[in-house]
């Protein structure tokens, strides 16, 4: 199995273990993605480069405000959740969520699944 | 008691709730501070245009994403937390909490907060 396969499953993992999480991705620092579970009419592009932009955000909020490195954005819409973590090497994990989802379970499965991304990459 | 006095006495009533919150301001949705219970170390200023940023970035990023209006933004460092929620009028009410806060309190004490600071504006 390649890298690419281990992680595309990582992330299917991710969103079959909660029917609540509707999107996962697996996105470099610089707005690139590496491997993504997205529902088809989401733009990759975008959804790659946004989540980017929420890390150096997160990391400049982070820092300005003295809570140390950036190791979680979470964003909640009135339709859901978008939560980003830092996986290891550089990369980003985002998992869309809907508003049902319960957030500590989902944050336990997203550690789970950086755990696992971390020993892939 | 005047306006300010009675946001003065919510924001102090927050962190006296919880001992892990350290922080809590409300700014304006383009970043003035209305009302703040921050250490003297903290320049209001940064804290304030910072808030605003995350809240704007915040706003695109679950746009984009489709999660809707966007409701609250969390940051987690490894030094502890930075929550931000939308307490009415375009107001936006911040709580820094250390490592150790409870966040499902935390959320539930900002939440209640707001609604009270929703009926004083």
């Known amino acids: 199995m390649s890298r690419v396969d281990n992680l595309n499953r990582i992330l299917r993992g991710l ?3 909660s029917p609540d999480v509707e999107a996962s991705a697996l ?3 610089d707005g690139l ?9 989401v733009d990759d592009t975008r959804v790659a480069g946004m ?14 405000l003295e809570r140390g490195t950036v190791q979680e954005v979470l964003v909640r ?4 959740y978008a939560v980003m973590l830092a996986s290891g090497s550089g990369t ?12 500590g379970l989902l944050f336990l499965d997203m550690r789970r ?3 696992d991304i971390r020993k892939v990459l």
């Open 92 to 103: 980003l994990l985002l998992a869309l969520a809907s508003k049902q989802a319960k957030l």
């Open 113 to 115: 699944a950086a755990d």
């Open 33 to 41: 993605m590496i491997a993504s579970a997205l529902p088809q009419h």
């Open 51 to 64: 989540t980017a932009t929420l890390s150096s955000l997160g990391a400049r909020a982070a820092s300005e």
């Open 27 to 29: 996105i470099s620092e």
């Open 15 to 17: 969103q079959t273990g």
């Open 77 to 80: 819409g009135e339709h859901g």
